[in-house]
Every structure is written in structure tokens, then in C-alpha cells.
């Protein structure tokens, strides 16, 4: 009994162990990294569809992100990420989009650099620094939240019913 107890114990060990590799990234150190994930709704807007590569002709009012950022974003300046969005029109009455809305996903390198132009001491994440026509900033106000930037690096202005703030969750 105590051999089969034993045997059942490590095989959940093991899906545990599996499960916490498959979201993660080895670093430079050689050590695994759980990337950091945030989640955000925002209003799909002329200045929001081309910054994750929505066509401008889109018929499009909401965009569900989902950003990892894979790479320690404490002590590194850079990793990858991956973006996963779903935009289109919300399907009234539910938190859905209409027909399950319109996927995008985009993968790459993201970098830190210093400044804004109102901000000069600002931390903002640049997603694809070294292909500005498709890169994406995001203003870091503390380790839990990230602001949206628009093409000119200011913020995107919300109203009392959406934000461009992205917040990290836990997995």
C-alpha cells in the first residue's frame, strides 16, 4: 500500500513539475522562469487596432489582451514575449465577442528602455524594439500593471468605462 502511495506521489510530482515547464523559459543562467502574464479589455480605436496589428478596416469596438513576458522582468532588460489578442464586437449581455471575435497572436523580442516624452525617467516595455512600424510600448506603473502607449509613446487615454491598463495575474 505504502509502495502505490508512494508511486502515485510522484507521478503527480511529476505532472506538477510538467505543467509548471510548459509555461516557462530557460535564462541565460540556465534556470526555468514562469513568465509574467497580463490580461486587459480595451476599447478598439483607431489608435489601439494598429498597435497589435489589427487592419484598420477591422469592425472592431473591444480587444482582449493576453501578454507573456517571458525573462526575469525584475533583474533583465530583455526576453520574449507572446500576445495573444481576440478583438471584434461585443456580443451584448455576455463577455464575449460576437462569433468568438477575430484571434492575433504575435510573438518576439521585448526590451526596457528609459522614457517617455512627459516621463524621462519612466520604465516603459517595447515589444519588438528593432521593427518600429509594429512595435508596442507599454508604460510600467508598478510590477502588476502595465499602461498602454500610443504611437507618439504617450498614454492612451480611457474613460469611466475602459482602460488601457493591462494587469498581471497570477498563475
Known amino acids: 500500500m505504502k509502495k502505490a502511495a508512494h508511486v502515485v506521489s510522484l507521478f503527480l510530482i511529476s505532472i506538477h513539475i510538467t505543467a509548471i515547464n510548459a509555461n516557462a523559459q530557460v535564462t541565460s543562467a540556465g534556470k526555468l522562469s514562469a513568465p509574467a502574464v497580463f490580461m486587459a479589455s480595451t476599447p ?4 489601439t487596432k494598429p498597435l497589435p496589428g489589427i487592419p484598420k478596416e477591422a469592425t472592431c469596438e473591444l480587444i482582449k489582451w493576453e501578454l507573456k513576458l517571458f525573462g526575469d522582468t525584475k533583474k533583465q532588460t530583455s526576453g520574449t514575449y507572446t500576445l495573444n489578442c481576440v478583438y471584434g464586437m461585443p456580443n451584448q449581455g455576455t463577455q464575449g465577442l460576437i462569433n468568438g471575435g477575430t484571434p492575433l497572436h504575435r510573438e518576439g523580442k521585448w526590451v526596457i528602455t528609459k522614457g517617455t516624452r512627459t516621463n524621462p525617467a519612466a ?18 506603473l508598478n510590477e502588476n500593471l502595465l499602461h498602454l502607449l500610443d504611437s507618439r509613446q504617450q498614454l492612451m487615454i480611457g474613460n469611466g468605462a475602459w482602460s488601457y491598463t493591462l494587469s498581471r495575474i497570477q498563475q
Request: one cysteine or more; a positive charge; glycine letters at 4%.
Open 123 to 140: 520604465i516603459v516595455y517595447r515589444l519588438d524594439p528593432d521593427k518600429p512600424p509594429v512595435s508596442v510600448s507599454f508604460l510600467r
Open 44 to 47: 478598439c480605436s483607431p489608435g
